[in-house]
Structure formats: structure tokens, C-alpha cells
Nanobody, 118 residues
Framework: VQLQASGGGLVQAGGSLELSCAASGNIFKIRLMGWYRQAPGKERELVAVMSTDGSAGYANSVKGRSTISMEIAKSTVYFQMNSLKAEDTAVYYC?????????????WGQGTLVTVSS
């Protein structure tokens, strides 16, 4: 499974961010799609994740100012965040969990840098 992300770049503080990620290749059955991020000197952390049944979860740091959505038919996940802060600066990684019962595998995108300027 290959993941192609788009979006990101340089954003002003207080601005908004839109990311998208499309999965392709040998997809069996997507279970989850989402986004993680890794800031300089910090560990990778969950930002938002969505199940194919529509349920979603968000990190406390982005809750209330972000939205994750998915187009299952296109195997694409979207992430939109408002009111960006300097601490949102990080490399954002697309994530997919794919597979059947007992054979779920994780896949990661190459990462897209988001820099929030003050």
C-alpha cells in the first residue's frame, strides 16, 4: 500500500491547514486512516484518526479546531485544522491500517512538513 500526501508547507499563525492523503496499491480493506505528527526533538504523536464506520478521535491539542474526514471510495483521508499555533509545526504523517481479521498492517506516508510562522 502506498500513501501519497499533499498539502502542508508554510502557514501563518492563526491560519488554517488542509492535508489530504490517498492510499493506493494492494489495498485489502482499510480499517483506519489518520494523521500523526512529529515535532523537532519530540516523539511521533497521534493527531487524528478515523475509522471506516465514521468514528473519529483527536488529540487534545487539536480537538475543537480540526476535522478529519474520509472518502472510502477514493481511499482518501482529509485533515483540516484552524487557528494554527507555533506548536503545530511538525512533519505530518499519513497513516493507514489495512487488512483482514487478525492481519492488520500499518502503513505510513513519507511525511509532509508544516511550518507555522508567527
Amino acid at each position: 500500500v502506498q500513501l501519497q500526501a499533499s498539502g502542508g508547507g508554510l502557514v501563518q499563525a492563526g491560519g488554517s491547514l488542509e492535508l489530504s492523503c490517498a492510499a493506493s496499491g494492494n489495498i485489502f480493506k482499510i480499517r483506519l486512516m489518520g494523521w500523526y505528527r512529529q515535532a523537532p526533538g519530540k516523539e511521533r504523536e497521534l493527531v487524528a484518526v478515523m475509522s471506516t464506520d465514521g468514528s473519529a478521535g483527536y488529540a487534545n491539542s487539536v480537538k475543537g479546531r480540526s476535522t478529519i474526514s474520509m472518502e472510502i471510495a477514493k481511499s482518501t483521508v482529509y485533515f483540516q485544522m484552524n487557528s494554527l499555533k507555533a506548536e503545530d509545526t511538525a512533519v505530518y504523517y499519513c497513516y493507514v491500517a489495512d487488512g483482514g481479521a487478525g492481519t492488520i498492517r500499518d502503513f505510513w506516508g513519507q511525511g509532509t512538513l508544516v511550518t507555522v510562522s508567527s
